[in-house]
């Protein structure tokens, strides 16, 4: 067995489900040196939530930030989180912009490209894994991990295998709410070992408190890489403490290599921001804890928090409970899919109204119509037909891949957003989030012309001096 390999999550998925991924780009600056001669396997610092947030929060381009990090970090390899068809929005994109988006982002610096479906439908990946492999990148796949009736060791070693064919240079354990247990993850992993040779990467959340142990299984029983965070931005919604595990792995057959002394310098440069976090109330304690509803409703920290907002709005969080028991029924009801974003919002949205109106799926928003559709993809288990018939009625159920359906997007969506375009990646975040971006680029021209208006006079001052 050869040394285990660490990606480091604190640039995405660390602040993401702490933080909420408000960590901006000039926080990360100063310590991006330091966190390039560690060692890592990989720095996982774009793409899931980061791409709106910069947008949408931080009067950011996330562009920008890439090229940024790329110019500091000259030894690791740089990795995004894709949602497969979904690129970085929330429903199917057309080819075209997949591509183009997959292009962009390679060749401002993205090195590894790990893309997921929602549904673990790998016809929505193709796109974007063979875009992948055409830029150079390596392109990982991830396997939805969940836990239900249909979901056994041999529909993941069947799935493992369909992306190992399809060119998957690495396929990883995509494990978001912290659901694998440590024993299952040695039997699970033993065999997906047995069916592919590609490296297999472990990502979990310490979310129900098992992810530590889970990775230890997990490293036992032939895993090559395991995705953690760095003490500060650690546990709870987030990954397993970076420093932990490497300490765990000393000195055995398992050893990371890497530097206890390294990666505390790292440590103490995150400690402040993560205090600057904890007094602004953006870090928020309840998602340190150990949440062992997860396990018992399959219910990821973040759809737990969406939850109890929707349920703020109406005035009603005394029926969280009842709507936590109405995930899972509804969950079946829709064969059984993942609950990760979108799906996790699509049950999760239709659990409450459930429960709000007091009569099952007597309103049923547009994404679960969609969804039962066929829209998203196919779920792991065909939905009963009853169910078909109460939320689309008579409506066909689509069986082709959803973005067969789709026309070619990308020049209509420049001729639409020309007036704001500054470079090329504009148009992919129009493309992604249309009001959002247009905020943005309003924002930077106003900028842009207050700094510029700055130039003229200073530059009318000296003139006249």
Known sequence: MSKVKVTETILRDAHQSLIATRMKTEEMLPILEALDEIGYHALEMWGGAT?????????????????????KVKKTKLQMLLRGQNLLGYKHYSDDIVEEFVKRSVGNGIDIVRMF???NDVRNLRVALEAAKKEGAHAQTGISYTTSPVHTTDVYVKL???MESMGADSICIKDMSGLLTPYYAYELISELKKAVKVPLELH??????????TYIKGIEAGVNIIDTAISPFALGTSQPPTESLVATLKNTEFDTGLSIDKLNVVAEYFNPIREKSIESGLLNPKVLGVNINALRYQVPGGMLSNLVSQLQVQNALDKFDEVLKEVPRVREDLGYPPLVTPTSQIVGTQAVLNVITGERYKMIPKEVKAYVKGMYGKPTVTI??????????????????????IEPQLQSIRNE?????EQEEDVLSYALFPQVAINYFKYRRALKYNIDSEIVNMNEKTHAV
Do not use: N
């Not at 037909?385 to 359906?405: Q, S, Y």
């Not at 957003?417 to 375009?421: D, S």
């Open 160 to 162: 493992a295998k369909e």
């Open 417 to 421: 957003m020309k007036e704001y375009l």
């Open 117 to 119: 479906d929602a549904l």
């Open 51 to 71: 791409y709106d947030a910069s947008l949408r929060f931080l009067d950011e381009d996330p562009w920008e930030r890439l090229r940024i990090i790329r110019k």
């Open 204 to 213: 979990s959340h310490s979310t129900s408190g098992l992810a530590s142990m």
């Open 384 to 405: 009963k037909d009853e169910i078909v018939k109460k939320i689309i009625g008579d409506e066909e159920v689509i069986t082709c891949r959803p973005a067969d359906l």
